[in-house]
């Protein structure tokens, strides 16, 4: 469900420009130039490094035959986006080939939606959405915009999440704590099932002693 919406949040938001983050995400810079960006271009989305390897995602078919590994690939947990009817044809597009494609991933949609749709896209920097680079986080923190930590969760940085949830109104959200915390340990969970019980073990005592914020 939280895919069909991600797909859909051009008209859910009432803004003439958006920002959207991944709830697994934590704002570590000014966000301001976004607005210039938006002046230029219709949809903002940072552009992996890499060529995506994953099962369910890498070996999809798209573009009418061709592997996603064979093409550039976009990571969706920070978007910028303004209101036109560009972008409407682009959410619109995006949205209609998730739901074709039926895998629970969307990314593998928006590699369509980018080359197939008429939006400006720019493709962003690791800046706007990176992951704990473990070792020179000094000057990674001095640059990075947005941290996504995904399921690499340290001590420290489960504990400052818990504490920004206790300041979120319960009026507003309708939901506790926990639902936070659950969401947390279901991260955690899914690192260990990813790594196997030794290697998540290390990385245990690594999220005990250091935090990359």
């Known amino acids: 469900m939280n895919r069909y919406v991600k797909t859909r949040l051009n008209v859910i938001t009432p803004f003439d420009k958006t920002i959207f983050v991944d709830c697994d995400t934590k704002v570590l810079g000014s966000l301001a130039i976004a607005n210039l960006l938006l002046d230029y271009f219709d949809v903002c989305v940072r552009l992996n490094r890499r060529p995506q ?83 020179n986080r000094r000057e990674w923190r001095s640059r990075v915009k947005i941290f996504h930590y995904a399921s690499n969760i340290s001590d420290r940085l489960m504990s400052e999440i818990m504490s920004f949830d206790g300041l979120l109104s319960r009026t507003v959200t309708g939901e506790d704590s926990a639902v936070t915390l659950r969401f947390l340990r279901r991260k955690r969970e899914s690192k260990r099932r990813k790594l196997g019980i030794l290697r998540y073990a290390a990385l245990r005592v690594l999220w005990a002693v250091s935090s990359p914020t």
């Open 53 to 135: 390897v994953s099962p369910g995602k890498g070996d999809r078919l798209v573009l009418d035959g061709v592997q996603v590994v064979e093409l550039p690939h976009w990571n969706s947990g920070v978007l910028l986006f303004r209101k036109n009817d560009r972008v409407s044809r682009f959410f619109g597009y995006w949205n209609q080939r998730f739901q074709e494609i039926g895998v629970p991933f969307d990314q593998v949609a928006l590699v369509e939606a980018v080359f197939k749709s008429d939006a400006r896209v720019l493709s962003l920097d690791d800046r706007w959405n990176d992951s704990d680079p473990v070792i």
